[in-house]
């Protein structure tokens, strides 16, 4: 991270989204960053439009969260043509490090990068952003955290994360390793997941993932949040199993770099 960034940018486009969005970013900030900023934005219908656009649903939403938090930082509240855009220009002059936003849960399909959320990873992959997608479950009143990782850049980026919401929820936290040569995990990865047991002040619970599918990985993902890098989802699938009712929340983790 370079030395002018920081922070958790948070655009939410309907109220169902507020508080898991929120409250994640909340969790995974660091003492020393700026608290997570949100921006709630409205589609600009065709004709005029006044120069503050209404105080939507989301909004108030988000408004009412942040009070509950004593939190300082109100929403932005603004017009757009071009969500994606807007939300990365937002976020590049606000020197955020990370973009966090939502999408529906896959269903039919298990692209969770269609529409804004796509465009969003382009254009912030361009600005060196990073971005996590958290793919909506049902809140758990006790979370554990499965970080799956390898030694990439993505990997990295999703070990960082997930640490940093380990700390902020103070809650359990596995990790789930994916060797680069299908066996044993490599030595890089193993100082990977070392360096993040000292930041946690202990050593995560870790595991190796002994199949490369889809339906390996769901298996050994027993956490209510489970943090992933683009790079695994598009080689193993995303650790979603629908047709058993999985109740989890996915958070796809795309590095800047």
């Not at 948070?10 to 960053?33: C, H, K, M, R």
């Not at 896959?106 to 796509?118: A, F, H, I, N």
């Not at 595991?207 to 027993?222: G, I, K, N």
Request: glycine residues 6%; charged residues 25%; hydrophobic residues 40%.
């Amino acid at each position: 991270m370079s030395a002018n960034r920081g922070g958790i940018f948070v655009p939410i486009s309907n109220p169902d989204g507020v508080a898991p969005l929120l409250d994640l970013a909340f969790a995974a900030t660091l003492a020393e960053e700026p608290a997570p900023n949100a921006l709630v934005m409205v589609r600009r219908e065709r004709g005029e439009a006044p120069p503050i656009p209404p105080h939507t649903s989301t909004f108030r939403a988000a408004m009412d969260f942040l009070r509950k938090r004593n939190s300082t930082i109100a929403p932005q509240l603004v017009w757009t043509d071009d969500p994606a855009a807007d939300i990365v220009r937002a976020a590049a002059e606000q020197g955020a490090a990370w973009i966090l936003m939502g999408s529906h849960r896959p269903v039919l399909t298990p692209d969770y990068r269609g529409g804004t959320v796509g465009e969003v990873l382009t254009k912030a992959a361009e600005a060196q952003i990073n971005v996590a997608v958290l793919i909506y479950g049902p809140a758990q009143p006790r979370e554990r955290l499965v970080a799956v990782v390898d030694y990439s850049s993505e990997g990295e980026a999703a070990m960082e994360i997930s640490v940093r919401t380990a700390l902020g929820r103070q809650c359990q936290m596995r990790t789930l390793m994916v060797p680069r040569d299908r066996s044993e995990p490599d030595l890089e990865l193993l100082e990977m997941v070392k360096q993040a047991g000292k930041r946690l002040g202990r050593r995560p619970k870790t595991d190796v993932l002994t199949e490369r599918s889809a339906a390996r990985l769901a298996h050994q993902t027993p956490g209510s949040i489970v943090v992933i890098s683009s790079r695994l989802t598009d080689h193993l699938g995303l650790p979603v199993d629908s047709a058993r009712g999985d109740s989890r929340r996915v958070l796809v983790v795309h590095s800047a770099r």
